[in-house]
Structures are given as structure tokens and as C-alpha cells.
């Protein structure tokens, strides 16, 4: 266990100060019990869980399954979760798209 313990007689800045509210809550808090609404963040989340570092090429894949098959809705969508996991790759599959 760390104590810490200022020399004596003199009074720490840290112990001093107020707590400011704008500290009471960590940096990347999205709020108290905010559920994950974005369902392109959550099928990349999956993605990631179930294939790892693939995962962006797997939604790249997917998104060229659903361009052959003709769904410009699940084409979007799966570029959407590419971008997510990788920017650049998503951004690739654009330029190659249009091309």
C-alpha cells in the first residue's frame, strides 16, 4: 500500500485544491448506463471480438458480398463497420469501388 505523506509543515497542492466537477468523471465516459445505439459500432465490436485483427477485412468482404449481390443499403452499412475497424482500408474499398 502507497501513503502518501507530505513533509511536514507544509501543505501539498494536490490537498489543497478543490475538486472541480469537471473532473468527477473520466475522460471517455459516454454517460451513466448509455447503451450503445450505433449498430455499425456494435456489429464492428462483435467483429472484433470474434476474428480480431481480420475483423476490418472481414466487413470489407462482406461489403463486396453485398455489392455482387446488389444491396447498396448493406454496401453502405459494411463500409460503415470497415471505417470503424480500419479508415484506410474502407477508404481503399471506396476509391476501388468507384474506379
Not at 15 to 26: D, G, K, M, P, V
Request: hydrophobic letters at 45%; aromatic letters at 8%.
Amino acid at each position: 500500500m502507497l501513503r502518501f505523506a507530505p513533509r511536514y509543515g507544509i501543505i501539498s497542492p494536490c490537498l489543497s485544491r478543490r475538486i472541480q466537477a469537471r473532473h468527477l468523471r473520466a475522460v471517455n465516459d459516454n454517460g451513466a448506463g448509455s447503451i450503445c445505439q450505433d449498430e455499425a459500432l456494435d456489429a464492428a465490436l462483435r467483429l472484433f471480438a470474434a476474428h480480431g485483427f481480420s475483423a476490418a477485412a472481414r466487413a470489407r468482404d462482406a461489403a463486396v458480398i453485398a455489392e455482387r449481390s446488389g444491396e447498396p443499403s448493406r454496401v453502405e452499412f459494411w463500409v460503415e463497420v470497415c471505417a470503424t475497424l480500419d479508415r484506410r482500408m474502407a477508404r481503399d474499398f471506396l476509391k476501388r469501388k468507384r474506379s
